[in-house]
């Protein structure tokens, strides 16, 4: 067998360490070769995954063994450590640019994908100039002589683009067409959307279009407030920006673990997590020279988001708000482009909830609530 043949198909859990080391090879250079566990951690991570697996670090050594023989992936170990880390071989074995690696590590991890999502999805591991040159690293990759490592799929009944997938695992089980269920906007009083109102942790990997998103900050600048000194900001964040306010999140996290590699794979994961929301909108606020005025200005700035809520909840959508210091930290901020004099009071993740939790109890309002003069 030649160095980096394919004639024989790696194994589904060979192909997720194809794609994690080359995710983090491009991503994270600086944490680059992973350990063991590093390289589990990121098979088995949530976010930016189809589908999620949960893979024993024996799977994954044994996956690795089974790429070693087949000269896709080396073992390192420097001389003043003792954990072994692994790096993938892809480039030289396969005379592959930095792009063409990017879309097959993402076609790896995710499955089959449109060009469009591939652009967006291999954005914070390569900069591709524009569509042109997606179309064009995915016919390179396609057109190999002898061995093709993509194969763009026929548009089914129903889809609008033509998909691509790998052929690492040899030829793809093509499933039936499935229509996405459409986002339903039920007519809703208000006291309905409140009390159906939840804090969602888990979203459908669908990502929100712009159009999906305006009624949420149209109805936010019709908050109430005092000498209408607008005083909220609303960033919307794209996944390179999602990451990038992660990784700052995961930085304050793995400043806490004394091993390196847990550090690395804490910061990693939070980083995947926050690229992974459909929809992530930091809101902040002008500050005020007037104490007062900077009062009265974060109550309406909250208020805003109250109402993004119940108009997610209206649409059919689900949100989840973030609030702390971390939000000063100079890291998040430059994630979100704040400028000076504002300040971010809340992080809002939006999208279809995958999962809904039932209502909590709470105390009626008789116990907060004093009758005063009557």
């Known amino acids: ?24 090879a491009l991503a994270t250079p600086d944490y680059y070769p992973l350990s063991l566990n590093a390289l589990t951690v990121a098979c088995n991570q949530s976010s930016n ?24 992936v080396r073992a390192i170990q420097r001389v003043d450590s003792r954990v072994m880390k692994y790096q993938h071989l892809l480039a030289e074995a396969w005379n592959l640019e930095a792009g063409e690696l990017a879309l097959l590590g993402v076609l790896a991890l995710r499955g089959a994908q449109t060009g469009a999502e ?22 390179n990759l396609a057109e190999r002589e002898g061995s093709p490592l993509v194969r763009r799929l026929d548009r089914r009944a129903g889809q609008k683009e033509a998909r691509y997938t790998h052929l690492l695992a040899g030829e793809p089980l093509l499933p039936h067409a499935v229509q996405p269920p459409a986002v339903a906007i039920p007519a809703m009083h ?46 919307v964040l794209g996944p390179v920006a999602r990451r990038r306010y ?20 804490v910061r990693e994961k939070t980083a995947a997590e926050y690229e992974a929301f459909p929809a992530l909108i930091a809101v902040a606020m002008v500050q005020s020279d007037s104490p007062e005025q900077r009062e009265e200005d974060y109550a309406a700035v909250m208020q805003a988001v109250a109402l993004m809520m119940l108009v997610a909840v209206e649409r059919g959508l689900g949100t989840h708000v973030r609030s702390g210091a971390v939000m000063e930290d100079p890291a998040a901020r430059a994630a979100v482009g704040v400028r000076d004099g504002e300040r971010i009071v809340a992080i809002l993740s939006v999208g279809v909830p995958a999962e809904t939790p039932g209502p909590r109890t709470r105390p009626a309002a008789s116990e907060f609530t004093t009758w005063v003069g009557l």
Do not use: C
């Open 118 to 139: 591939l652009r967006t999805r291999t954005a914070r591991l390569h900069a591709f100039a524009d569509g042109e040159a997606v179309d064009q690293a995915l016919h």
């Open 49 to 72: 995954r189809d589908p999620v697996v949960h893979y024993e670090e024996s799977e994954v050594l044994a996956a690795i063994d089974g790429l070693r023989r087949r000269s896709l």
């Open 246 to 265: 992660g990784l700052a999140l995961g930085d304050r996290k793995a400043r806490k673990l004394p091993d390196a590699d847990a550090a690395a794979a």
């Open 190 to 235: 208000v006291t309905d959307a409140i009390s159906q109102r939840r804090s969602i942790r888990k979203f459908a990997e669908r990502p929100l279009t712009r159009s999906e998103l305006e009624p949420l900050l149209e109805a936010a600048v019709l908050a109430p407030n005092h000498k209408l000194t607008q005083p909220w900001r609303y960033y």
């Open 1 to 24: 067998m030649q160095r980096g043949d394919l004639m024989d198909p790696l194994t589904d859990v060979q192909v997720r360490v194809l794609g994690a080391l080359i995710e983090k």
